[in-house]
């Protein structure tokens, strides 16, 4: 039963995280990026950090975003993420429609993750910043 439940596989969306001042910025952006050719629409995110910083267990809360529609090829801004919180694993789950079929994935930038040496050239944006695919 659970075989014959297809689960479509979400391509061409990417959240990314740029730097409001280089590297040791105090906030850092963070942005939902379509790069399909076409529009996704009731788009929930849900996003999370947790971890452990000195030696104690910290989850912070979680948030959620909605956006009714997202064209194609552009992208929002969905929150600012402090400095503080690069020492954490930052969540974002993200769940879409298109097409009337509904699709999620969960995007995870694991601690160490926000740094120089994990900077690429954001599409669309054209910025400095580190992305998942």
């Known amino acids: 039963m ?3 439940i297809k689960i479509p596989k979400v391509l061409d969306i990417a959240v990314a995280v740029i730097p409001d001042d280089g590297v040791d910025s105090e906030f ?3 942005y939902l990026i379509n790069l399909q050719e ?3 629409t009731n788009v929930i995110i849900n996003s999370t950090g947790y971890g452990e910083v ?3 267990r910290v989850r912070t ?3 959620r975003y909605f956006f009714e529609e997202i064209p194609s090829n552009t992208y929002v801004k969905v ?3 402090q400095n503080e919180l690069k020492e954490l694993a930052n ?3 993200i769940s879409f429609t298109k097409d009337k079929q509904m ?3 969960k995007y995870v930038f694991v601690k160490g993750t926000l740094s120089k040496e994990n900077f690429t050239k954001i599409p669309l944006l054209e910025e400095e910043g580190v992305m998942i695919k």
């Open 2 to 4: 659970k075989k014959d």
């Open 28 to 30: 850092w952006q963070v």
């Open 38 to 40: 076409e529009n996704i």
């Open 54 to 56: 000195k030696g104690e």
């Open 61 to 63: 809360t979680t948030l």
């Open 79 to 81: 929150e600012i993420l």
């Open 91 to 93: 969540e974002y789950w």
């Open 103 to 105: 699709y999620d994935k």
